[in-house]
């Protein structure tokens, strides 16, 4: 497609010659900083490489880890809350740089997401879990509320913003574990929102160990997606009563029971039931198409107003016309082509 007809489908912002690219670019970059208010004399943070261990089923950070499971074509993605003292004050946040908490952690998340978005095809589920204090995770939720005006919280959070949107955009099934040793609170809670499928478990003869799952501001539009709209406005479509619902259990620890009565999770079993309902639904989902999954899990995704993200990532009828033309449906062993016979369909597996 060429520069002017890009244009006009707004599939990019501008064009410009050969000649007055490097101006126009150039031109466009100082507009923007024009816009931005942060004091000219403030000190930048450098971005160093992050340590990251590579192994051949596992990937290692500071507050991410990554463990693969080749055989159930799974990933387990386990996000850290902040650990030890925080910095709560301007002062604080600069002096810890990049090693700040949120932003690190963003930054790790991040890279992990990208690297098996790229090199692990085939792995086309992955597990969402966190480890940690949700304590910890709400008192960076309120550092971050506090001083959400100074330009690095705000970069930050747009980072963690736009990392988030990785997840929602990634051609990957999610689902959310959330177990003992769990802090889905606040900003950590966006990521089990993003999910597809979240499991929390209840432990009715142990209730100080049965797993909590936290609300804050941060939820209703800190990190919206990019419809524009919350997690949470997606996942209620709008709807004032269960909004309203939700917003009101803001400051309270919900177990399992009350999560899924407010519509947050999307089962809540007991110690009995767990390993069995969540080990059947992770089976039946790897063994689905992956061509099919794509499709359908864009569509719940996106299932807001439309706009131009939702036509390129949620669009129903784009996603039918691609499945049922790929081998996966139409191949000598696709689907379609084998239904009715009693053969069993054979997939790539690769998460296009």
Same mark, same amino acid.
């Given at each position: 497609?060429?520069?002017? &007809?890009?244009?006009?489908?707004? #599939?990019?912002?501008?064009? /410009? &010659? =050969?000649?007055?690219?490097?101006? &126009?670019?150039? $031109?466009? /970059?100082?507009?923007?900083?024009?816009?931005?208010?942060?004091?000219?004399? /403030?000190?930048?943070? +450098?971005?160093?490489?992050?340590? @990251?261990?590579?192994?051949?089923?596992?990937?290692?950070?500071?507050?991410?880890?990554?463990?693969?499971?080749?055989? @159930?074509?799974?990933?387990?993605?386990?996000?850290? /809350?902040?650990?030890?003292?925080?910095?709560?004050?301007?002062?604080?946040?600069?002096?810890?740089?990049?090693?700040?908490?949120?932003?690190?952690?963003?930054?790790? *998340?991040?890279?992990?997401?990208?690297?098996?978005?790229?090199?692990?095809?085939?792995?086309?589920?992955?597990?969402? @879990?966190?480890?940690?204090?949700?304590?910890?995770?709400?008192?960076?939720? $309120?550092? *971050?509320?506090?001083?959400?005006?100074?330009?690095?919280?705000?970069?930050?959070?747009?980072?963690?913003? !736009?990392?988030?949107?990785?997840?929602?955009?990634?051609?990957?099934? *999610?689902? +959310?574990?959330?177990?003992?040793?769990?802090?889905?609170?606040?900003?950590?809670?966006?990521?089990?929102?993003?999910?597809?499928?979240?499991?929390? #478990?209840?432990?009715?003869?142990?209730?100080?160990?049965?797993?909590?799952?936290?609300?804050?501001?941060?939820?209703?539009?800190?990190?919206?997606?990019?419809?524009?709209?919350?997690?949470?406005?997606?996942?209620?479509?709008?709807?004032? =009563?269960? #909004?309203?619902?939700?917003?009101?259990?803001?400051? !309270?620890? *919900?177990?399992?029971?009350?999560?899924?009565? #407010?519509?947050?999770?999307?089962? +809540?079993?007991?110690?009995?039931?767990?390993?069995?309902?969540? !080990?059947?639904?992770?089976?039946?989902?790897?063994?689905?198409?992956?061509?099919?999954?794509?499709?359908?899990?864009?569509?719940?995704?996106?299932?807001? =107003?439309?706009?131009?993200?939702?036509?390129?990532?949620?669009?129903?009828?784009?996603?039918?016309?691609?499945?049922?033309?790929? =081998?996966?449906?139409?191949?000598?062993?696709?689907?379609? @082509?084998?239904?009715?016979?009693? $053969? &069993?369909?054979?997939?790539?597996?690769?998460?296009?």
């Amino acid at each position: 497609m060429r520069g002017l &007809k890009a244009k006009d489908w707004r #599939l990019v912002d501008d064009i /410009a &010659k =050969p000649g007055q690219f490097a101006a &126009k670019v150039q $031109e466009r /970059a100082l507009q923007l900083a024009n816009q931005s208010d942060r004091p000219a004399d /403030a000190q930048g943070v +450098a971005l160093p490489p992050l340590h @990251k261990t590579v192994e051949p089923d596992a990937l290692r950070y500071a507050h991410v880890t990554v463990q693969i499971d080749r055989s @159930k074509r799974t990933a387990a993605l386990t996000v850290k /809350a902040p650990t030890g003292a925080q910095p709560t004050d301007i002062a604080g946040i600069e002096a810890a740089g990049a090693a700040w908490y949120p932003l690190q952690m963003a930054r790790e *998340l991040d890279d992990a997401i990208l690297s098996m978005r790229t090199n692990e095809l085939d792995i086309g589920t992955w597990l969402i @879990k966190t480890e940690g204090d949700i304590a910890a995770v709400q008192a960076l939720d $309120e550092t *971050l509320q506090r001083h959400q005006g100074h330009w690095l919280v705000r970069e930050t959070v747009g980072l963690l913003r !736009r990392t988030f949107s990785r997840l929602d955009v990634s051609s990957r099934s *999610l689902f +959310a574990l959330i177990e003992p040793g769990s802090c889905f609170a606040g900003t950590l809670l966006e990521l089990a929102l993003a999910c597809d499928r979240s499991y929390q #478990l209840v432990l009715p003869d142990d209730a100080a160990r049965a797993p909590q799952i936290a609300l804050s501001e941060a939820n209703f539009g800190r990190y919206p997606m990019v419809t524009g709209q919350s997690r949470l406005q997606r996942r209620f479509y709008d709807e004032a =009563p269960a #909004l309203d619902a939700v917003r009101a259990a803001i400051g !309270r620890s *919900l177990d399992g029971e009350a999560a899924l009565a #407010l519509g947050l999770v999307t089962s +809540a079993p007991d110690d009995i039931d767990w390993a069995d309902e969540t !080990r059947i639904a992770i089976e039946e989902r790897v063994a689905m198409s992956p061509d099919a999954l794509t499709g359908m899990e864009a569509n719940l995704r996106f299932n807001g =107003p439309e706009n131009m993200f939702t036509r390129v990532f949620g669009r129903l009828t784009a996603w039918q016309n691609w499945i049922f033309q790929r =081998p996966n449906a139409v191949g000598e062993k696709g689907a379609l @082509k084998v239904y009715g016979k009693g $053969e &069993k369909s054979q997939f790539d597996w690769n998460r296009v």
